[in-house]
């Protein structure tokens, strides 16, 4: 027999972003295949400008640089934020977007572990807010070649109505706002698949497999994907129920957009997020009812970035208010 307290083999930074950016291949494995290969040369180029960004900053600090970017984290932020931004984007905008999160959303608050925002998050929001259109410009999916792609994220000139079209997510808050239609009939166009934008169901569930990988190696905890996904589905089925012609339905909601990335891969963020586990349910269900009022009543299609940063200024409070009582004393917590 033995007897608690059990040790556990440490896990390293090094082993759990490497899993991190394993769990993430089915989503761009789908990616590829329904948009195209485009979304591979940003993310070589992301990574590239990552690492750089990275070992830069460190040297100005005088800090160790090999073991910095040896443990991955630079790399999957560097993912993330291509995830996050269309795969068309140019290679400017990338840099600037994966220079964002590296420098002033990690490095200048005192690098891994330091940071009180999602850096990718920083990054997109920056981006949208900076660049509306080139964030607004997503490939069809299935209706572009990799060279025209290419030619694009290179500097390519951009015929924004030939080439480029309205996500499902955009597509559906412009047809509303517009009174163009109840839901049923806005979804019968060209941006809209079977339950959420076309092509993006498959790409969700990509995502929903490597989220249960990560939760099978126990990388990350189930409180913050279920809390994140029962709310976006709770809140978006009252709406639907209610009044089914002005609001989309829960499965639209969790198959469009960055749901499932968000669900599995961004809200999970062990630095910037809640760490009790009562705080990881109210994070991850603030995140998605902010995510679905800009959805749906917002200036902007995707609300999540901005659900996540807000949410991020909310966690010393969270986690002072949620911590475990203290083993052996009644109504009391630490």
């Not at 490095?107 to 990718?120: D, I, K, M, S």
């Not at 030619?151 to 163009?180: K, M, N, P, S």
Request: hydrophobic share 55%.
């Amino acid at each position: 027999m033995i007897h608690a307290p059990y040790i556990r083999k440490p896990a390293s930074v090094q082993r759990v972003m490497g899993l991190v950016l394993l769990a993430l291949l089915p989503g761009i494995a789908a990616y590829v295949y329904t948009v195209g290969a485009g979304i591979l040369v940003n993310l070589a180029i992301a990574t590239c400008t990552a690492l750089t960004a990275e070992a830069l900053v460190l040297a100005l600090r005088k800090r160790p640089v090999a073991i910095a970017l040896s443990d991955l984290s630079a790399v999957l932020t560097a993912w993330l934020v291509v995830l996050c931004f269309p795969p068309i984007a140019p290679w400017w905008l990338t840099m600037i977007g994966v220079a964002v999160a590296i420098v002033i959303a990690k490095q200048l608050y005192g690098g891994l572990g330091q940071n009180p925002f999602n850096p990718a998050m920083v990054a997109y929001c920056t981006a949208i807010v900076a660049y509306p259109a080139l964030m607004s410009q997503w490939p069809p999916a299935g209706g572009m070649d990799f060279a025209t792609q290419l030619g694009l994220i290179l500097g390519g000139a951009r015929d924004i109505d030939g080439l480029t079209g309205a996500t499902a997510l955009d597509a559906l808050r412009t047809g509303l706002h517009a009174g163009a239609g109840p839901v049923d009939v806005l979804r019968q166009g060209p941006a809209f698949g079977f339950l959420g934008g076309s092509g993006w169901e498959w790409i969700a569930l990509g995502y929903l497999a490597g989220g249960l990988f990560l939760l099978a190696a126990r990388v990350i905890t189930w409180h913050m994907p279920v809390a994140f996904i029962a709310t976006l589905s709770l809140v978006s089925g009252l709406f639907w129920l209610a009044d089914p012609a002005s609001f989309a339905s829960p499965l639209f909601h969790l198959a469009s957009g960055g749901a499932m990335l968000a669900a599995f891969f961004i809200v999970t963020d062990p630095v910037s997020g809640a760490t009790t586990p009562r705080g990881k349910l109210i994070f991850a269900a603030g995140v998605a009812l902010i995510a679905w009022l800009i959805r749906n009543f917002g200036a902007y299609p995707e609300g999540i970035a901005f659900g996540v940063l807000l949410m991020n200024l909310c966690v010393p409070l969270i986690d002072m208010k949620t911590q475990p009582r203290v083993f052996g004393h009644r109504g009391e917590r630490r």
